[in-house]
């Protein structure tokens, strides 16, 4: 089947990580998962629904760093300067072969997702057997899932104990828990001075009310693929310049042959 080519649709979270409110929310967030990935030296590393904004974190280590955007979420070229590693995606059918990522990023993409069990089984697909996936998602005690002036406030909240839930049935193995985003979402510079204030006040105090819950799992191998994945056999999948490794000039690839 080949992967179908959509149009570039203007992404709304754009706008919101370009002001005051989404810059905070960026810095509290990339501290958190540098705490739980602070090193993917050599590593293929996917960012899933809108990671952009947290993928530079690794970009210079990293073997190969791609983000990957649903259609209904919409895009922009990433990163600003250099080759465009971003892409417009299916997210019931990822255009990527089997096995080919160690890290997968999934931030604002499983709560708006019209399956995310299938979305979730297209991650386990193209993650390496000893692959890894981080998950960040809206709290649904938290401020922010109830704000839908932010991308956290959109689609469906979760909290801790759902999305481990989730992930285990979708052959995950959750290894660690994290929260962040403590402060509220405030429209001016001088409220979200204080945020660094707000987030060790929150992780010390209140945890369970965090605007984002997130996860860390490691990928399941029971020796077959789980019911309902997209098998990559016969795929023509297509790859940005910079991603065209081990494939043809053309930067297509028949994944499995």
Known sequence: MN????APQESPHRDFYQSPTGRVAARM???????????????????LGHAAPYLRLWREGAERVLAATPVEVGTQPWPRSGPNLSTLV??????????CFDNVLLVHGLETAENGRRLLREVWRVL????????VVPNRRGV???????????????SSGQLSRLLERTM?????????????????RLLL????????????LAPRFAGVAIAEARKEMFGAVPAGAVPAQGRRVLLPAAMRFAHGR??????GG
């Open 3 to 6: 992967a179908e080519v959509h």
């Open 29 to 47: 967030l990339r501290a958190r998962l540098l705490e739980l990935w602070p090193d993917l030296k050599g590593q293929r590393v996917l960012g």
């Open 90 to 99: 299916d997210e019931t059918e990822l255009p990527f072969p089997d096995f």
């Open 128 to 135: 390496k057997e000893d692959g890894r996936l981080l998950v």
């Open 144 to 158: 922010w899932a109830h704000s839908d002036t932010t991308p956290f406030g959109q689609g469906r909240p979760y």
């Open 172 to 188: 995950f193995t959750v290894e660690r828990r994290q929260v962040a985003l403590f402060v509220p979402p405030f429209r001016t």
């Open 193 to 204: 001075r204080g945020a660094g204030v707000w987030e060790r006040a929150g992780r010390a």
């Open 250 to 255: 053309d930067g297509t690839d028949k994944a």
